[in-house]
């Protein structure tokens, strides 16, 4: 089983909300990772948590503020968002975050997000 | 300058052919690749991937060829089946860090019935 299940599906908030996107693995990954994707462009890293530590950040705007509640959980919380961020939020995990052969990364299906 | 070069942004294969999508990449220090396949509206999936220490990696109708003096890696599909339309992205790493792939922009590929 390499499921990597995100909610909401679909996310339309206001630039003054706050809200928060959730991703959930139980393949018993220790890395989990937040990508941004824009349409016809490929993923872009945001955050790389390991061990639930937050090991990389992608020089992210602080009104993008990633939480690791436990090695299974990773949210992303929303805060003043603009329009340009709106996109595909990917979650994904893998075995580690080494470089080694079996640490593929699996990806959620997305949450898509509209700023308006 | 983009390290992952996906020069195709479409490719048009005929339903029981082969497909060959290609991937060039700039940066000699990368030694794992990838490629993932992403339907609309879902996230992208792994497909396969490949070590630099081989040229070749074979599973079921998907091979992935590496010529690494050439920089160059490349997917084939064969036979191709209308399911296999998607966007296919190369990926490759070498940083400490497995989530630091680099990604290509993707080749869509169509398969007609």
């Known amino acids: 089983d390499t499921e990597v299940t995100q909610t909401p599906k679909h996310l339309v908030m206001g630039m003054t909300n706050k809200k928060s996107l959730k991703c959930e693995q139980h393949?018993?990954?220790?890395?989990m990772y937040w990508y941004k994707q824009k349409a016809k462009k490929p993923p872009e890293l945001m955050f790389v948590y390991s061990y639930e530590k937050l090991s990389i950040n992608e020089s992210v705007p602080s009104r993008f503020s990633p939480e690791c509640p436990n090695s299974s959980l990773l949210n992303l919380h929303l805060h003043a968002l603009q329009p340009e961020d709106s996109a595909l939020y990917l979650c994904?995990?893998?075995?580690?975050?080494?470089?080694?052969?079996?640490?593929?990364?699996?990806f959620g299906e997305g949450s898509w997000l509209t700023v308006v | 300058d983009q390290q992952v070069k996906q020069n195709s942004p479409s490719l048009s294969v005929q339903e029981g052919r082969i497909s060959i999508l290609n991937c060039d990449y700039t940066?000699?220090?990368?030694?794992?690749f990838l490629w993932y396949k992403k339907y609309p509206a879902e996230g992208p999936t792994f497909l396969i991937s490949i070590s630099s220490i081989k040229d070749k990696n074979e599973d079921g109708r998907f091979t992935v060829f590496l010529n690494k003096s050439a920089k160059h890696l490349s997917l084939h599909i064969v036979p191709s089946q209308p399911g296999d339309s998607a966007v296919y992205f190369c990926a490759a790493r070498y940083n400490t860090n497995a989530g630091k792939s680099t990604f290509g922009d993707g080749t869509t590929l169509t398969v007609k019935p």
């Open positions: 393949m018993g990954h220790r890395a």
């Open positions: 994904a995990s893998s075995y580690g975050t080494a470089r080694g052969s079996g640490n593929t990364i699996y």
């Open positions: 940066n000699s220090m990368f030694d794992y």
